[in-house]
């Protein structure tokens, strides 16, 4: 494993994958929160809106849900398994 994979240029394009499971089960829940708010005539400020909303709900998720109960699941299997996943 190569240092130069872990600086943040590297991070920042690995993120849409990480988020991606998060924005797919997310972004029609987002929708129906939103839909009142984004039936404006402006489509691309309502895309925009509704792409940024989803991107930082599935940010959320992913760091206060999906990556703890990872490694919680992970330790429990192996409890000597000690290692950061996704990191």
């Known amino acids: 494993r190569r240092d130069w994979f872990e600086t943040g240029f590297f991070r920042l394009l ?10 797919y089960i997310l972004h029609t829940c987002v929708l129906f929160f939103l839909w009142n708010f984004l039936k404006n005539k402006n489509v691309v400020l ?3 809106i509704f792409s940024i909303t989803t991107i930082f709900i599935s940010y959320c998720s992913y760091n206060l849900f999906e990556m703890p109960m990872n490694l ?16």
């Open 46 to 48: 309502d895309m925009f």
């Open 14 to 23: 690995a993120l849409p994958g990480r988020l991606s499971y998060g924005m």
């Open 72 to 87: 919680y699941l992970r330790n429990k299997i192996n409890p000597r398994m000690i290692r950061k996943v996704g990191r």
